[in-house]
């Protein structure tokens, strides 16, 4: 299933973000997952974490051959330095590494960054030329400024909560998909800046939030403001469209969705073989059939339920009704699509060799980096000896807790 690291061939070409230096001041997911996208192009990315600890999600698990989860699925190709920045000592290891790096990035708690010396303004000033991306759960303004946000908190915020799950419960999503919108949001404003900084010269300051990047995704407000309910929760179905969600069969779940009126005419003829439901009055239209959601359920479920899960599909796919078989995370580690894309590789860790997917965006002749996941301070000694601090010095620091 999974395959070894690639060697690039002599057609590759050189990783687009190569040449480009990120200083991150990160921890959990949002930072994490942006700053390992942009290694994934080429990037330098050097992780500063705490001598005791280091970020903490180091400590979430120890699922993965001894290592936490989410940490190795965030931190492939980083370099760990270790620094106390409570100490003046450190506080220097950064400023050097701020002037000599492309972008600095962050996520510490409410007003970590400024009480560290690190306010935007100040960094932008001394160093025209840099980057300075902050995430935070609120942003820098407003009421909730100072409020600590974890993801099913901006989940409950920003309403994501009441529209998921079922009747008869409100859920979270199943992953942290507030970090994620976060992380995917300094990602791509990164880059932006990284353009702009190549037609200007000059740097900027990105200020990305939780709540903010969650609330772009949440389409629903649109129907809310114009129609004046908010969708109610239907577990795995869609709110507004029917059908469209989760069906039994004999041996597990199909999910399919019908979109036009071409498509459920095709559907009631060619897989339920009752054509006069085309014209069924409660079924006529989309929003017809959402109100009438029961009684249509009704009669797919007289077709579906005696059929096994390949039977309906087969159906389906004939019909050209889109489809899908209701997955666990097992079957999906075992997905006959990521084995014929070669989307597996093996990435090192401290503990050994491990699985990973390659990142979805392909492009052309470009092999993405799918480099080690660092050890805590791995990296420390040879970051410090490139800045100009001598053995012993570096060896007096490790003693004395400074990195």
Not at 329 to 356: C, K, Y
Request: charged residues 20%.
């Amino acid at each position: 299933m999974i395959a070894a690291v690639l060697s690039s061939s002599p057609s590759m070409q050189e990783s687009p973000l190569n040449g480009v230096t990120v200083i991150a001041m990160e921890q959990a997911v949002a930072v994490p997952f942006a700053t390992r996208q942009l290694a994934d192009l080429g990037a330098r990315v050097i992780k500063i974490e705490r001598p005791e600890g280091g970020d903490f999600a180091r400590a979430y698990d120890t699922t993965v051959q001894g290592l936490a989860s989410h940490f190795v699925w965030l931190n492939r190709s980083k370099e760990s330095l270790t620094l106390d920045l409570k100490r003046p000592e450190a506080r220097d290891v950064l400023a050097r590494l701020l002037a000599r790096a492309d972008v600095f990035v962050q996520n510490l708690g409410p007003g970590a960054a400024d009480r560290l010396g690190l306010r935007t303004e100040d960094l932008r000033a001394a160093h025209p030329r840099l980057i300075v991306c902050s995430l935070s759960g609120y942003g820098s303004t407003g009421p909730y400024a100072a409020k600590k946000a974890y993801d099913l908190l901006v989940q409950s915020e920003a309403g994501l909560v009441s529209i998921t799950g079922t009747p008869a419960a409100p859920s979270k999503v199943g992953l942290s998909i507030a970090d994620i919108a976060g992380g995917m949001y300094a990602y791509s404003g990164v880059l932006t800046a990284l353009l702009q900084r190549h037609r200007t010269g000059q740097g900027t300051a990105l200020e990305v939030s939780l709540f903010e990047a969650l609330g772009e995704w949440m389409g629903y407000a649109m129907y809310y403001t114009m129609g004046g309910t908010a969708p109610g929760r239907t577990g795995a179905s869609h709110a507004t469209i029917a059908p469209y969600g989760p069906y039994r069969t004999r041996d597990g779940q199909v999910i399919f969705g019908i979109q036009t009126s071409r498509e459920w005419t095709a559907f009631v003829t060619r897989v339920l073989r009752r054509p006069e439901l085309a014209d069924d009055e409660r079924f006529r239209s989309n929003q017809l059939r959402v109100q009438h959601r029961e009684a249509m359920d009704a009669e797919i479920d007289k077709v579906f339920a005696p059929l096994s899960m390949e039977e309906a599909v087969s159906l389906l796919d004939a019909a050209q009704i889109a489809s899908a078989r209701l997955n666990s995370v097992e079957q999906f580690i075992g997905h006959p699509q990521l084995a014929a894309r070669d989307s597996w590789r093996q990435v090192s860790s401290p503990n050994g060799p491990l699985p990973a997917l390659v990142p979805p965006v392909r492009m052309e002749d470009i092999e993405p980096v799918m480099g080690a996941i660092p050890a805590l301070g791995e990296h420390s000694g040879a970051i410090l000896e490139e800045l100009g601090f001598d053995a012993a010095t570096i060896e007096r620091w490790k003693q004395e807790g400074v990195i």
